[in-house]
């Protein structure tokens, strides 16, 4: 069946841009997560969504990310301002309740 | 807090030269331990989940064991397909975010 699907898969934008990510998660999968991972760093965990409830924004880095899910299934993270830092490639999972996660190809972010 | 250490940084072997990757742990409760195969430019594919110590999975050439301190991925007489970055994640019981905490992974080369 279909896996996580991400867009755009390459980001390139100018420093104080907001830029747009999105992530379709695998149908019936009712978690989804976000992780960056910079150049030499692991994977670090951004935010979490698990069916109807409230999301785990505990990882987000500062006040300039954001994400929501409509309709339990897509999922849009939003970087306002963007600034060199943020670089990265922008990874997304989900999951059957907290089984094991299937992550998308991701999204290199580029900022200028 | 977390943490997940993996040794070493890189690995270069031949073909056939079988070796092992080491993933250290410290976790508040452990749920599961993730082995994940990443190749460049790709997101992490899932390889296994291992719950408790003492168990052990296996698929091809790879074998992933697991105690309560560490987890180990043995390549078996490895081919240059086998060239990846590997990352080992730790998921705990504890709380309630079923995030994943990464090492920063292992490159293994395998040349023919």
Same mark, same amino acid.
């Given at each position: @069946? $279909? @896996?996580?699907?991400?867009? &755009?898969?390459?980001?390139?934008?100018?420093?104080?841009?907001?830029?747009?990510?999105?992530?379709?998660? +695998?149908?019936?999968?009712? $978690?989804?997560?976000?992780?960056?991972?910079?150049? @030499?760093?692991?994977?670090?965990?951004? +935010?979490?969504?698990?069916?109807?409830? $409230?999301?785990?924004?505990?990882?987000? &880095?500062?006040?300039?990310?954001? $994400?929501?899910?409509?309709? @339990?299934?897509?999922?849009?993270?939003? +970087?306002?301002?963007?600034?060199?830092?943020?670089?990265?490639?922008?990874?997304?999972?989900?999951?059957?309740? +907290?089984?094991?996660?299937?992550?998308? &190809?991701?999204?290199?972010?580029?900022?200028? | 807090?977390?943490?997940?250490?993996?040794?070493?940084?890189?690995?270069?072997?031949?073909?056939?030269?079988?070796?092992?990757? !080491?993933?250290?742990?410290?976790?508040?409760?452990?749920?599961?331990?993730?082995?994940?195969?990443?190749?460049?430019?790709?997101?992490?594919?899932?390889?296994?989940?291992?719950?408790?110590?003492?168990?052990?999975?296996?698929?091809?050439?790879?074998?992933?064991?697991?105690?309560?301190?560490?987890?180990?991925?043995?390549?078996?007489?490895?081919?240059?397909?086998?060239?990846?970055?590997?990352?080992?994640?730790?998921?705990?019981?504890?709380?309630? !975010?079923?995030?994943?905490?990464?090492?920063?992974?292992?490159?293994?080369?395998?040349?023919?």
């Amino acid at each position: @069946g $279909a @896996g996580v699907s991400q867009s &755009p898969s390459n980001k390139v934008t100018e420093k104080g841009k907001d830029v747009e990510l999105r992530c379709d998660p +695998i149908s019936g999968h009712t $978690a989804l997560y976000w992780y960056r991972q910079s150049l @030499g760093q692991g994977l670090e965990f951004l +935010i979490y969504f698990q069916g109807n409830s $409230a999301p785990d924004k505990s990882g987000l &880095p500062s006040d300039r990310f954001s $994400a929501e899910r409509t309709g @339990g299934s897509v999922s849009t993270l939003t +970087i306002q301002r963007t600034q060199q830092e943020d670089s990265a490639v922008y990874l997304c999972a989900s999951s059957f309740l +907290i089984d094991t996660q299937y992550f998308g &190809p991701g999204t290199r972010l580029t900022v200028l | 807090e977390d943490q997940v250490t993996q040794s070493p940084e890189a690995l270069r072997l031949q073909e056939g030269e079988s070796s092992s990757l !080491n993933c250290s742990y410290t976790v508040s409760g452990l749920r599961g331990l993730f082995w994940y195969r990443q190749d460049p430019g790709k997101g992490p594919e899932f390889l296994f989940t291992l719950y408790s110590a003492g168990e052990e999975k296996e698929k091809e050439r790879l074998k992933a064991t697991l105690t309560k301190k560490e987890s180990f991925l043995h390549i078996t007489a490895p081919k240059p397909e086998d060239s990846a970055t590997y990352l080992c994640a730790v998921q705990s019981e504890t709380g309630a !975010n079923s995030k994943l905490t990464f090492g920063k992974g292992i490159t293994l080369s395998v040349r023919p």
